[in-house]
């Protein structure tokens, strides 16, 4: 079965960087779609950004677009996401997720989840 595990979160000051890992594990990486999606306190879960099994495109919240950055590295299953410019907003568990093809899409359910790391970003 799919394993996900994520990694990177940590505290930083408002307009500061982080880069959130996800390794993923027990299938072939290069079929999945991954996408990164994040829940802050007393609030729903939100997409964040996602990046086709292929590597051909890529999509972003509004509320991160030109600050985050999805990628994937295929050699070594992993799916990373570079924040930058963040914003004590981006307070939250970040969630890695997979599914086998797919498009990507903001709306795509997912199959497959990790625990989430946790991301908290001061003023």
């Known amino acids: 079965q799919v394993q996900l595990v994520e990694s990177g979160g940590g505290l930083v000051q408002a307009g500061g960087s982080l880069r959130l890992s996800c390794a993923f594990s027990g299938r072939t990486f290069r079929s999945y779609t991954m996408g990164w999606f994040r829940q802050a306190p007393g609030k729903e879960r939100e997409f964040v950004a996602s990046i086709r099994w292929s590597g051909g495109s890529t999509y972003y919240a509004d509320s991160v677009k030109g600050r985050f950055t999805i990628s994937r590295d295929n050699a070594k299953n992993t799916v990373y996401l570079q924040m930058n410019s963040l914003k004590p907003e981006d307070t939250a568990v970040y969630y890695c997720?997979?599914?086998?093809?797919?498009?990507?899409?903001?709306?795509?359910?997912?199959?497959?989840w990790g625990q989430g790391t946790q991301v908290t970003v001061s003023s």
């Open positions: 997720a997979s599914n086998l093809g797919g498009l990507g899409l903001p709306s795509d359910e997912y199959k497959y």
